[in-house]
Structure formats: C-alpha cells, structure tokens
C-alpha cells in the first residue's frame, strides 16, 4: 500500500503540471505584437523594393530572397504560436499513455 502522504503530494504535482501545462497551451503572442511584425516587414519590403528601383542593374533576386525569408519568419512565429495545430504539433502521446496507465491501474 502507498502511504497516504506520498499519493497526496503526487496527486498535487499531477494537478500543478496539468495546469502548468494548459496555460503554456493558452499563452498566445499578443495581437499588437503580431501587428508590429507585419509593420516591420512591410517597411523592410518597401526599402527593399526602392532600393532595387534605384539600382541601375535590375536584379530582382536578393529582394525575392529577403521577402520569402521574411515571408518564412512569420510563418513560424504563427505556427509556434498554436502548438496544437499548424505544421509543428506538439506530441500528446505521453499524456495518453498516462492516462490509459491511470485507467488500468483502477481497473
């Protein structure tokens, strides 16, 4: 038999990882800061796009690469920032097996 004392203390850390783990869940980039990322990078792109206006020589390549650079940037932020959909999922696998452990431990 486990002693009261040691199952209550486990209980107790269980229930403060499980919230511990929902709110990394819920934590979001605030929208002002996502505002301030397409603000940037529109900037970026407008200086770019002079720049290569004022070049003698037109060479649009380094200004497509800075702009699907950018474009790949963004991209991340937004998918690091919902972890339960998008392109990079986290893996809730340890927390179905934990479960199913807990459901055949009473059985």
Do not use: H, W
């Not at 004392?5 to 996502?34: S, W």
């Amino acid at each position: 038999m486990v002693p009261t004392g040691l199952f209550i203390q486990a209980l107790n850390e269980m229930i403060d990882d499980q919230a511990k783990r929902l709110a990394a869940l819920r934590n979001r980039i605030p929208n002002i800061v996502l505002l301030g990322l397409f603000g940037i990078a529109a900037t970026a792109a407008g200086f770019a796009g002079y720049a290569s206006g004022l070049d003698t020589k037109r060479t649009r390549l380094p200004v497509c690469i800075m702009g699907l650079l950018v474009a790949m940037v963004i991209i991340l932020i937004f998918d690091l920032d919902r972890p339960s959909s998008g392109l990079i999922i986290n893996n809730q696998q340890s927390m179905i097996d934990t479960a199913a452990r807990i459901v055949a431990f009473s059985d």
